[in-house]
């Protein structure tokens, strides 16, 4: 697919905006989106991809649809495998295992040796090696479930918490790998077992996963009450002096500032970096409470990642070269390089945003394979590109889109 199909929209949508007399401002303003996502789309730099914004530009245009669509780029087919890991997953979630449990015998469970496996469980999400957490996780599973009714009655809080961390890493999995319906049970199951170890910290570190499932469900609204919710709701705890309920509610911030970026509420994502730069100053770096890696580090991470969703690539990029992301997790390493990625094809930067996806890669190649979005951003790269370099084709074929267009 050549790039000229995007220009040409973008010369129509320019054309057409200034036949009614409206400056980009305005007609920004009119579709609810930022100055700069209208001077991308009508450079050809940013592609609208979605129907349902195709009509509304065509709405506040005064034109029928059917005259923008004939100009509308077609998205590159993808023909994506299963996730590693996601099956078994999956399955692991579908076993009556709590049921199991109340019905059968157990030996009195080994907490050291299940905090271990826990911990080892959190190593591979981070690590983003889900077949192996599949692995783990089909064992560990019944055997918490089981402990949590074995146990005596003052082991049974601890226990109840391993198990919510257990499916908090369960969760964090499947969400990365696009199964948001799975990870939203692996989220449910987590804060019923916080709630029985009756630990609010942990029931919060579940809303947080939980507001991560809407945002890759795109149910932004949802993510965004769940977030600001939890973080309202520690509020107290957090003006108490309690560290880790700062970094919890600096994490649950984060997440209000992706979703007011996913609505391209400018204003409101700024702000809440603003308030979430000020909650990690107050943290310090190299803590990792409730293995959210909140921090200074990762909010300059999620800076560039707004920056992205809202359209200002220049910005995303500046605020990338301010970043040492080596001291965060492999996945969190991974993120940022695929958002510098999604910064440099705004920029119709084809080479840079290659090279971004590949440094993904060497930190975490199950993880860049079954996120949709790499595939998409992979995708949008063949489409701007009037020659595919080899480096973009090998990477398409290791995911399994198909090539379409002038480069094939």
Not at 62 to 88: F, Y
Not at 137 to 150: C, D, I, K, S, Y
Not at 293 to 300: A, K, L, S
Request: proline residues 4%; charged residues 25%; negative net charge.
């Amino acid at each position: 697919m050549s790039a000229e199909y995007e220009k040409a929209l973008g010369r129509k949508i320019a054309f057409n905006r200034k036949r009614r007399g409206l400056s980009q401002k305005e007609f920004a303003r009119l579709l609810d989106r930022s100055e700069a996502w209208v001077s991308q789309v009508e450079r050809g730099v940013r592609r609208i991809d979605r129907m349902t914004v195709l009509e509304k530009v065509a709405e506040v245009l005064e034109l029928p649809v059917a005259e923008l669509a004939a100009e509308a780029p077609i998205v590159a087919s993808v023909v994506a495998g299963e996730p590693p890991g996601a099956r078994r997953l999956r399955l692991v979630l579908s076993g009556a295992h709590s049921l199991m449990a109340i019905l059968g015998q157990h030996d009195p469970p080994d907490v050291p040796a299940l905090r271990a496996q826990v911990d080892q469980a959190w190593s591979l999400t981070h690590e983003g090696r889900y077949a192996n957490l599949a692995e783990l996780l089909e064992q560990l599973v019944p055997r918490l479930e089981g402990g949590t009714r074995a146990a005596p009655e003052a082991e049974r809080p601890e226990l109840f918490r391993l198990l919510a961390a257990m499916y908090h890493t369960c969760s964090a999995a499947l969400a990365n790998m696009g199964e948001p319906e799975a990870a939203w049970i692996a989220v449910d199951r987590a804060v019923v077992a916080a709630e029985r170890a009756n630990d609010p910290l942990l029931m919060a570190a579940g809303e947080f996963r939980l507001s991560i499932v809407f945002l890759g469900a795109r149910h932004f609204d949802q993510a965004a009450h769940a977030s600001g919710t939890a973080a309202d709701a520690l509020q107290p705890l957090a003006e108490s002096g309690q560290i880790e309920a700062v970094a919890l509610r600096g994490a649950l911030t984060l997440q209000r500032a992706v979703a007011a970026a996913r609505t391209n509420d400018a204003d409101a994502a700024y702000e809440y970096l603003r308030q979430a730069r000020e909650m990690a100053s107050e943290v310090g770096g190299g803590r990792n409470d409730y293995n959210t890696e909140f921090g200074p580090t990762n909010v300059g991470l999620h800076e560039v990642s707004v920056a992205v969703d809202l359209g200002d690539a220049g910005v995303a990029l500046r605020a990338a070269d301010a970043v040492d992301a080596s001291v965060l997790s492999p996945e969190r390493q991974t993120r940022f390089h695929i958002d510098v990625a999604r910064a440099h094809a705004q920029r119709r930067q084809v080479d840079e945003a290659v090279q971004a996806i590949l440094l993904a890669r060497q930190l975490s190649s199950d993880m860049v394979r079954s996120m949709p979005s790499v595939r998409q951003l992979v995708s949008d790269l063949l489409a701007m590109s009037q020659t595919v370099p080899d480096q973009l084709r090998g990477l398409a074929n290791e995911l399994g889109i198909h090539e379409v267009g002038p480069g094939t």
